[in-house]
């Protein structure tokens, strides 16, 4: 269903060039653009200035026969702009000759949100003064800080793929690491 897509999502087609012939009531609630503004308008119409060549360059991709999948900054008629996914591929007639590009615009505000938290405690977790290291559920290493590797000696390589075992000391008992795992496994 062409006015149903998933997820928010919204489709578009446009013919060669560039111009909007058919699109579902997410464009408008996006931009902002009501039908007719629409009607009228380019693909390029619909971006921050900055990423105008860029949109120029994914649709002549797109004309290529490329599928694309681009980031661009969508900007709505009040002049916000939004961090959009968008996709598109070659429409072609039943005789496979080219009529314009179909595609899904997505927002990406929250994904860009979640990537820039992660970029930040992957910035404190390097610039931290104690050793941390991951493991995946098995228990096998899957990442050292600086730290950790100072403190031991070991590089990232030496590690990776090991489980904490190779930093026992043969000092502690058991009773200690039981305590340790129960004290980590406890969120402590």
């Known amino acids: 269903?062409?006015?149903?897509?998933?997820?928010?999502?919204?489709?578009?087609?446009?013919?060669?060039?560039g111009r909007l012939?058919?699109?579902?009531?997410?464009?408008?609630?996006?931009t902002g653009y009501d039908d007719p503004e629409i009607a009228t308008m380019d693909v390029t119409d619909f971006f921050a200035e900055s990423d105008v060549e860029r949109v120029e360059a994914a649709f002549s991709d797109a004309?290529?026969?490329?599928?694309?999948?681009?980031?661009?900054?969508?900007?709505?008629?009040?002049?916000?702009?939004?961090?959009?996914?968008?996709?598109?591929?070659?429409?072609?007639?039943?005789?496979?000759?080219?009529?314009g590009v179909a595609g899904i615009g997505r927002d990406i505000?929250?994904?860009?949100?979640?990537?820039?938290?992660?970029?930040?405690?992957?910035?404190?977790?390097?610039?931290?003064?104690h050793g941390i290291f991951l493991t995946d559920p098995a228990g096998h290493i899957e990442y050292v800080n600086p730290a950790f590797e100072e403190m031991t000696g070991y590089t990232q390589e030496e590690v990776l793929g090991?489980?904490?075992?190779?930093?026992?000391?043969?000092?502690?008992?058991?009773?200690?690491?039981?305590?340790l795992w129960e004290t980590i496994t406890a969120g402590e």
């Open 1 to 17: 269903d062409f006015d149903a897509p998933p997820d928010d999502d919204y489709v578009y087609v446009a013919d060669q060039t």
């Open 21 to 30: 012939y058919r699109w579902n009531d997410r464009v408008s609630e996006v």
């Open 63 to 99: 004309l290529n026969g490329e599928q694309i999948s681009r980031e661009f900054r969508l900007e709505t008629k009040s002049g916000e702009q939004i961090p959009h996914e968008f996709t598109g591929m070659l429409l072609t007639d039943e005789d496979d000759d080219p009529i």
């Open 109 to 129: 505000t929250e994904r860009k949100a979640r990537e820039q938290n992660l970029r930040q405690l992957r910035r404190a977790i390097e610039a931290a003064p």
């Open 162 to 179: 090991q489980t904490p075992q190779i930093l026992k000391s043969g000092e502690h008992d058991e009773a200690y690491y039981e305590n």
